[in-house]
């Protein structure tokens, strides 16, 4: 297992063995169980893009900061529009670029060299990707929904780790956290075909789960219509890979948040109507 569930505090929050190896980076990701959070955003829902109040879902962001070790006033929270948006993060951001209170608009990838500025991205399925480059000590936090994954925001991470600080692609470890897995993600045509636009080859992350087929009245011929089992984490670690991080440093949680809804919320097996996970890096 590439992953440990820690407790404190009642609140309840995965870390990933590799990155808790690094002694100058604080990080984790949450669960649903510790919060304050009632009826389908029970217990520690920290999104504010639901219809849940927004001082329980401060309070559950404070509790969650509060177990990973995090100052919840230096917070700096991306806005995760399903884009490729990077954001350098400073000491001008520190605190700020939070809902309602900074700008943190319009952004899915977070990175930064500033200790004591912890990075804060929300999920409910999409794909959260951590980064560290271990020697010149610069972190990065990643939204990867189906879009951000086939604009391969995870590519243009490591370009801005790489172009901003001199990061070394062979000195990057990538952590794909819990997420929706290919055995809960059925998607239509039209998104394979977005895939194919921007991928050589689908082959290894697609694979066709159903056929059916629509008779048109009056007509003999049947059209096949298909529906395909897409993973995410398999077409991340490509984008990954191809972007200069060994595969020995690029680590796949397995943590499906769909087939775990004790632990985790779904957006997909939920329709919807579900709260929202964290991730949390910050340098110490
Ligand atoms: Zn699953």
Redesign the pocket.
């Known amino acids: 297992m590439e992953y440990d569930i820690i407790t404190k505090n009642k609140i309840k929050y995965i870390t990933f063995k590799r990155l808790g190896n690094m002694p100058f980076i604080k990080h984790g990701f949450s669960t649903r169980l510790g919060g304050i959070s009632e009826g389908v955003y029970s217990y520690l829902n920290l999104g504010f893009k639901t219809l849940d109040c927004p001082d329980k879902v401060k309070e559950n962001i404070r509790k969650f900061a509060l177990a990973v070790g995090v100052n919840y006033e230096n917070l700096v929270m991306s806005d995760q529009v399903h884009g490729d948006t990077i954001k350098i993060v400073t000491n001008k951001n520190k605190g700020k670029d939070f809902p309602l209170q900074g700008d943190n608009k319009g952004i899915d990838g977070l990175v930064t060299d500033i200790p004591g500025i912890p990075l804060i991205a929300i999920f409910a399925d999409c794909v959260p990707i951590f980064f560290v480059d271990t020697v010149k000590k610069i972190i990065g936090l990643a939204h990867a929904g189906w879009k951000g994954t086939k604009l391969k925001i995870g590519e243009k991470m490591v370009q801005t780790m790489v172009n901003v600080y001199g990061s070394k692609t062979g000195e990057i470890t990538a952590v794909i956290g819990p997420s929706?897995?290919k055995?809960?993600y059925e998607v239509g045509k039209v998104v394979i075909e977005q895939f194919n636009k921007t991928f050589e080859d689908t082959s290894t992350f697609v694979e066709i789960s159903r056929v059916s087929f629509n008779r048109l009245s009056g007509h003999e011929n049947c059209s096949p219509n298909f529906q395909y089992h897409l993973d995410l984490w398999e077409a991340n670690r490509i984008v990954l890979n191809g972007a200069g991080i060994l595969n020995k440093n690029i680590i796949i949680s397995n943590l499906?948040t769909?087939?775990n809804q004790d632990l985790f919320y779904s957006h997909r097996k939920e329709k919807g109507n579900t709260g929202r996970m964290g991730a949390i890096i910050q340098l110490v």
């Open positions: 929706i897995g055995c809960c499906c769909g087939c």
